[in-house]
């Protein structure tokens, strides 16, 4: 006998800032309004990476973490400001705000996205739907900032989902679409899926999540190690992650793997710059210094090592970090080697980031609703 029972689900939503420094910057000098501007590292300085792109700059094909320098080749005119981190986490912090009127099931991602769990929701609303268009609708009016929002069961759908109609979008994915939505998705739109996987994927015929379901668990786990039991679960539409207020920040990183091997300094040594300034913007954003810098590196065989150097008092500039990933770099002999992967991460802060408050769980049995 069939079983026609119901099915609980939780509601999630997620909320993504559009083009949230450049936006900033863009509300708070009327001159900028309009204009292609550019967020980040001035290209006239050395390493200089966009941090943000406005959606003007991004009709010229330019993208955060570009070189700046090629920023300004792809669009002459572009606007470049240095960024101002108090300015967007004051924008933040009133964000935050707006969420907590609704739910204290709140995961914030980074200064400009988090997940809301809002099975439950403080003011009875009862619509996810309903709640994700307040939500966009205050930030609007008291901030004058546009958010995406994605409304789903699941962390991992509700977030890709929010990217789709950007900016200013809201897209709900049912439970009933859920599946059908993860089939058409492309394997590089994945959580987990780079570049280089991506290739490897299509080097194997699959194109879509619709392509990973043929394959068994098993099969996915022997070619990509253990994320292809994830890739398994999330292609049926299965993530049950909950939405986590009290996650501890413990370090702060950034990484890149490349669509080629490095073999000279030169290219790994332009690279790490790159992925210093990421790890700088977002140790300065949350206020952090970390006294543990952590270089790592993936060869070309696959084979991965790490390397760190601790200081007697916290760092979060950009000449510090950049400086001693390379020392790190030099230590490990590069002399005819290929590397894939570099990364850099900062821990062991000081003073130690304090955990967000932790708040009460949704519990297990989840109520049925209407989203």
């Known amino acids: 006998m069939q079983n026609n029972a119901p099915q609980n689900f939780r509601k999630i939503i997620h909320i993504d800032m559009d083009a949230f420094y450049a936006s900033v910057e863009q509300r708070d000098n009327p001159e900028y309004r309009g204009k292609p501007l550019v967020v980040g590292g001035l290209p006239q300085g050395r390493g200089g990476v966009v941090a943000t792109a406005s959606y003007e700059a991004r009709k010229f094909g330019i993208r955060s973490a570009m070189p700046s320098k090629q920023a300004l080749q792809l669009c002459p005119h572009v606007i470049f400001v240095r960024p101002r981190f108090p300015a967007y986490k004051e924008a933040s912090q009133k964000i935050r705000e707006i969420f907590s009127r609704y739910t204290d099931l709140i995961e914030p991602l980074s200064l400009d996205e988090a997940y809301l769990d809002v099975t439950t929701d403080k003011l ?93 668990e098993d099969e996915l786990t022997r070619h990509f190690g253990k994320v292809g039991r994830f890739f398994y679960q999330i292609v049926r539409g299965i993530d049950n992650r909950e939405v986590q207020p009290d996650r501890e920040t413990k370090s702060l990183a950034a990484e890149d793997t490349f669509p080629y091997d490095l073999t000279t300094l030169e290219e790994m040594e332009a690279e790490l710059e790159k992925i210093a300034q990421t790890v700088c913007n977002r140790l300065q954003q949350y206020q952090l ?9 993936k060869y070309g065989d696959f084979k991965q090592i790490t390397r760190n150097q601790s200081f007697s008092e916290g760092i979060n500039d950009l000449e510090t970090i950049s400086a001693t990933a390379r020392r790190l770099l030099a230590a490990t002999g590069i002399d005819e080697v290929k590397i894939r992967l570099l990364g850099i991460s900062l821990s062991n802060f000081n003073p130690p980031a304090p955990s967000r408050q932790r708040e009460e769980k949704p519990t297990d049995q989840l109520s049925l609703f209407e989203f």
């Open 289 to 297: 210094k970390g006294r543990t810098v952590t270089l790592k590196i």
């Open 124 to 216: 009875n609303i009862g619509s996810a739907i309903e709640i994700a268009q307040q939500i966009k609708q205050a930030i609007k009016d008291e901030l004058q900032l546009t958010a995406s929002a994605g409304v789903s069961i699941n962390k991992f759908v509700a977030k890709t989902a929010s990217d789709i109609k950007k900016p200013d979008g809201l897209t709900f994915i049912g439970p009933s679409s859920v599946e059908g939505f993860m089939e058409k998705l492309p394997v590089e739109k994945f959580f987990g899926v780079g570049k280089v996987t991506a290739q490897k994927m299509k080097g194997m015929g699959l194109h879509t999540g619709a392509d990973l379901k043929k394959l068994s």
